[in-house]
């Protein structure tokens, strides 16, 4: 449904006019009415028409005006000129403002319906255009952030390559002295979880969409890293000094901040000659961005011209380290808690840690925890992502991943017990097959294995499914079966070759195992 405006001064013209559009039966409605140009031009704002019917001698703005204004504002809008005069003015108004048709008063049906059906045409024909503009300028959008990626990540480098592929995507920036901005988003994977299902790539769209708004129309190149954990701007010398470049990166945090609720953190590259230079220049903006410190809240930006020398001293001492090796490799959880809760409060202390700082830090405890904790990383793998570490940007991210990593530690030795536990059954298992025939107990075999009877019994039922008596007699029942099958030996042979001393005994167990004596047993499978 095509929505239209019609502007006349005259309450009963405008009404007219109304009339004869819904009485039409194309595919429109009549949504608004504006008594001169100016209301029409504060209605559109809200009611957003498709098609504008309007006369052109109006007071406070004519016509003439109006369709200038309306065709400067909002060239999406298709016009038909309503008037009761055949001046050249008029005409030569719509002609320039490229109003869809000029239709004569007093109107006739046919006429108005030509004109209505014209501007439905013009009104597709533009959405046409303007969708195939869109899509030419989509996928120029994806191959020049492709292209910049591979720049990047060094999979192109010969500058000649470089420079003829920057001439085709028309990036002029390709011989120019730039800087590099790198932004990224504190709590990124909270948010990606909490408001995009866990669609990290939705949360990258929206917030490239935000910057895209707050740029408008200026000049940077824009495109994802590789891991698309943060933005990229290329921003030409010529235009963009370091105090333009902080008021860009502050009304786009203020804008993440609130659509997103999240603050950003920018690293400011030195000036950089020619894109094949751009690889130094994104290493050297993470290196900034890095320098930026944890505990900080808003807007964070951090470049070579005021950014302060990092600390060589670590959090970490050797002590803390060998303790904590010690405590992984001997799977006490609870020492490993205490171990990263003082970690994480020695930081909470220190307010000059940086960004860098921690990745430094969660690079060494991570690298202990994958060597003295066995099938960690199998069973955790995001935890080892080096993009899952970079990302962590605040003093929440750091303890939700101290949180997480103490988890998994507590998993991993709960499934290392139950899977040495189900080893040990495993070998009493093997024991109880080769020896069923023997007097073997309960406390017997728990003697022989140190264990507590009581623990081996819950144990041996979690792991088999059977208790251990039913076990050892459904073993010495298979075995009678099979000997009361295949051979001539006397009942009371089988039953003591079972481990049975008793043969009244061994037949009471053999029937409720069966539910026929052996006897009975013998001659079914021989009579068969």
């Not at 009404?15 to 001169?36: C, F, G, P, T």
């Not at 098609?51 to 406070?60: C, S």
């Not at 108005?112 to 303007?130: F, H, P, T």
């Not at 409060?345 to 000059?352: E, G, L, T, V, Y």
């Amino acid at each position: 449904m095509y929505k239209v405006m019609v502007v006349d001064d005259e309450t009963w013209g405008r009404k007219s006019v109304s009339k004869m559009i819904n009485e039409l039966a194309l595919d429109v409605e009549v949504i608004a009415e504006a008594k001169h140009g100016q209301e029409a031009l504060e209605l559109i704002r809200i009611n957003k028409p498709h098609i504008v019917v309007t006369d052109m001698n109006m007071p406070v703005m004519n016509g003439e005006r109006f369709l200038e204004s309306l065709f400067k504002l909002h060239g999406d809008i298709r016009v038909i000129v309503i008037s009761g005069y055949s001046q050249f003015e008029y005409m030569r108004a719509a002609l320039t403002y490229q109003a869809s048709e000029y239709v004569l008063k007093p109107i006739s049906i046919p006429d108005l319906r030509n004109a209505m059906i014209k501007a439905i045409d013009a009104i597709r024909d533009y959405s046409s255009l303007q969708q195939q503009k869109k899509f030419t300028k989509d996928i120029l959008k994806l191959k020049r952030e492709e292209f910049l990626q591979h720049v990047t990540g060094k999979r192109i480098t010969n500058i000649s390559d470089i420079r003829n592929q920057a001439a085709e995507l028309r990036i002029s920036h390709a011989t120019d002295r730039y800087r590099l901005a790198v932004c990224m988003f504190r709590q990124f994977h909270a948010i990606s979880k909490t408001k995009f299902h866990g669609n990290a790539d939705l949360f990258m769209f929206s917030v490239e969409n935000i910057l895209y708004e707050v740029m408008q129309d200026e000049v940077p190149l824009v495109y994802k890293s590789d891991d698309r954990l943060s933005i990229c701007m290329i921003l030409p010398d010529s235009s963009y000094d370091v105090g333009r470049i902080c008021q860009l990166a502050a009304n786009f945090h203020n804008a993440v901040k609130q659509m997103l609720g999240t603050d950003v953190v920018v690293g400011l590259s030195p000036i950089t000659a020619n894109l094949d230079k751009l690889p130094e220049a994104y290493r050297a903006a993470n290196e900034e961005l890095w320098k930026n410190r944890l505990d900080v809240s808003g807007l964070s930006v951090s470049t070579d011209e005021f950014s302060e020398p990092e600390s060589a001293t670590g959090i970490l001492t050797s002590f803390d380290l060998k303790a904590l090796s010690h405590a992984l490799a001997s799977s006490n959880v609870k020492d490993c808690r205490k171990l990263l809760s003082e970690f994480v409060h020695k930081i909470s202390k220190r307010p000059a840690t940086t960004i860098r700082d921690v990745h430094r830090e969660l690079a060494k405890i991570t690298e202990l925890a994958s060597m003295e904790v066995k099938g960690l990383i199998t069973s955790f793998p995001s935890l080892f992502d080096v993009r899952f570490i970079t990302g962590i940007l605040d003093f929440k991210q750091l303890q939700a991943f101290v949180d997480q990593l103490t988890g998994a530690l507590e998993a991993q030795q709960l499934t290392s017990e139950v899977s040495d536990s189900a080893y040990t059954i495993h070998q009493i298992v093997s024991y109880l097959d080769a020896n069923y025939f023997e007097d073997v107990s309960l406390i017997d075999v728990a003697t022989r294995f140190h264990m507590d009877p009581s623990y081996l019994s819950k144990l041996f039922k979690s792991v088999t499914d059977e208790n251990f008596i039913e076990y050892v007699t459904r073993k010495r029942m298979e075995q009678a079966c099979e000997l009361l099958r295949t051979s001539d030996r006397k009942i009371n042979e089988i039953s003591e070759l079972v481990g049975y001393e008793n043969q009244r005994y061994f037949s009471q167990v053999f029937k409720k195992f069966t539910d026929q004596t052996p006897s009975e047993y013998r001659e079914n499978r021989l009579g068969k």
